[in-house]
């Protein structure tokens, strides 16, 4: 996972939220099996609508750290050929799905600012002999790619956690090709989160404390460059802990899968 703290959101402390998010998507790559706020793994991908003959045929421990919060695999329309980039790739679940429907042609780039996620997703990439995949240390706001080099961005669960998400949308749009693809699932809310949430830096490494407004979200995305096509809520996403929860309850914090054009 992937966010880098900058000028947009002021409420909350930028450093202690680049330090919680590093420091608990280490935990999600090297312990999955340990107490988070989201659930993980297989269980969970599968009730999102991941496919189980694609699951099948990537490596089960980038599944067993699959901290994703939706599916929007069929939204990317991932052809043969494409070049492909995942924002925020973490143990690169969604990566090597990707790497399946591109094919021997295309190609897929991973992102991601944590070093034991990369780390990770680089040594199961070897012992699994996936070629068609590279993973880079960067940050979601500033890929370090060229502009329209890419056909199709998917992301998931990691767009919240960034304080500048302006930055990330129009970022987006300078990589894609003309009538390229934006897919991906988010945390978004009904209602605006009160100051003592946008300033827990625990809630924002949780998805929580950095979801916008889903109208403000859609917004950010245009403003960014791009056209929203389609947008779907996940109702079989759901928070695991009784703050996480209660926060959800409150104020109506949702995951939804979504497609924007360039």
């Known amino acids: 996972m992937q966010m880098r703290a900058t000028k947009t959101d002021e409420a909350v402390d930028r450093k202690a939220l680049e330090h919680k998010v590093k420091e608990m998507y280490q935990r999600v790559a090297e312990a999955p099996d340990g107490e988070f706020h989201f659930e993980m793994g297989r269980q969970l991908a599968e009730r999102l609508g991941y496919p189980t003959a694609d699951l099948d045929r990537i490596p089960a421990q980038s599944v067993d750290s699959f901290a994703g919060v939706g599916y929007h695999m069929d939204l990317a329309d991932i052809r043969p050929g494409d070049v492909v980039l995942d924002l925020g790739s973490g143990s690169g679940m969604d990566t090597f799905i990707a790497a399946l429907k591109v094919g021997p042609q295309g190609r897929v780039l991973g992102l991601d600012m944590t070093e034991a996620q990369r780390e990770k997703a680089k040594r199961l990439a070897r012992a699994a002999g996936i070629d068609n995949v590279s993973f880079h ?32 949308f129009a970022a987006a749009a300078r990589l894609l090709k003309p009538g390229g693809r ?25 998805c929580i404390g950095g979801a916008l407004q889903e109208d403000d979200y859609r917004s950010a995305i245009t403003a960014g460059g791009l056209k929203v096509a389609k947008v779907r809520e996940n109702p079989q996403y759901g928070f695991l802990t009784d703050s996480a929860n209660g926060a959800s309850k409150t104020w109506g914090v949702k995951s939804v899968s979504l497609l924007a054009t360039r």
Do not use: M, Q
């Open 137 to 168: 240390e960067g940050y979601i706001e500033d890929p370090p790619f060229d502009d329209h080099s890419v056909d199709v961005i998917i992301s998931n669960g990691v767009i919240n956690l960034s304080a500048e998400k302006d930055r990330v």
């Open 182 to 206: 934006l897919a991906l699932s988010d945390i978004v809310t009904e209602k605006p989160l009160p100051e003592e949430v946008k300033c827990d830096a625990t809630l924002w490494a949780a």
